[in-house]
């Protein structure tokens, strides 16, 4: 069964600066999909990048971009220029290709941003 | 376009009490999920289903708990009867078959006195 692992339970970030959010997950599959989530204080979840394991360009939307290595099976979220407005829970997930397609959720970051 | 719809935003009822969570996909979507997020064990998938069949519910806890969709465009969470143990946010999800990220409606948050 495929695991996603975030080892950071909290972070903190001087607003402006860049934080680093790491995730490791764990799959036999050579296709799927790589997520950041985002739940602020309002528990919405919002959709922040994704990756296709297939590409070996890491996406980047913004000032958020991800560092992909599949061999390593490693996937961080790179904030940059942080803003207060960043503060909120970050969620890494993977979902398989096939068995449905199932989302699998790590632990969990709580990231802080200092003013 | 609409989002996905979760009805009840907030429920707060006695132990013993039925509670059905209600779910309205976004139209064209046919994959939906259920998720419960509390503090001790973060987001846990409970249910999916594709093409409104159950297709994994390995994470439903015990028979108290039972789900369905009827329908493309609904889906309900049922608990009974209720326990304290059950108060939580219950997340529902849609997504184009296998393919692509989960949307996500604004959870429910059940509080079971």
């Known amino acids: 069964a495929q695991t996603v692992t975030q080892s950071q339970p909290e972070m903190s970030v001087q607003e402006a600066e860049t934080v680093t959010l790491s995730c490791t997950y764990d799959?036999?599959?050579?296709?799927?999909?790589l997520f950041w989530y985002k739940q602020p204080p309002s528990r919405q979840m919002i959709l922040v990048i994704r990756q296709e394991a297939y590409k070996q360009q890491n996406a980047t939307e913004n000032r958020f971009s991800v560092n992909f290595q599949k061999a390593a099976k490693s996937f961080s979220l790179k904030i940059s220029d942080s803003q207060l407005g960043d503060a909120a829970m970050y969620f890494c997930a993977y979902r398989s290709y096939n068995q449905g397609g199932k989302l699998i959720f790590g632990q969990g970051t709580e990231l802080s941003v200092k003013p | 376009d609409a989002g996905v719809i979760q009805s009840p935003r907030h429920e707060v009822t006695e132990m013993g009490q039925e509670v059905t969570l209600r779910c309205k996909p976004i139209?064209?979507?046919?994959?939906l999920f259920w998720y419960r997020q509390t503090m001790m064990r973060g987001l846990e998938l409970l249910i999916y289903f594709n093409n409104n069949v159950p297709i994994d519910d390995s994470g439903m806890p015990e028979d108290r708990f039972s789900a369905k969709m009827p329908n493309a465009s609904f889906s309900t969470l049922k608990i009974q009867p209720s326990e304290p143990r059950d108060s939580a946010v219950y997340f529902c999800?849609?997504?184009?078959?296998?393919?692509?990220?989960?949307?996500f409606g604004e959870g429910s948050r059940l509080t079971v006195l």
């Open positions: 139209s064209g979507h046919n994959s």
């Open positions: 999800a849609s997504s184009l078959l296998n393919t692509g990220e989960l949307f």
């Open positions: 799959t036999s599959e050579s296709d799927y999909y």
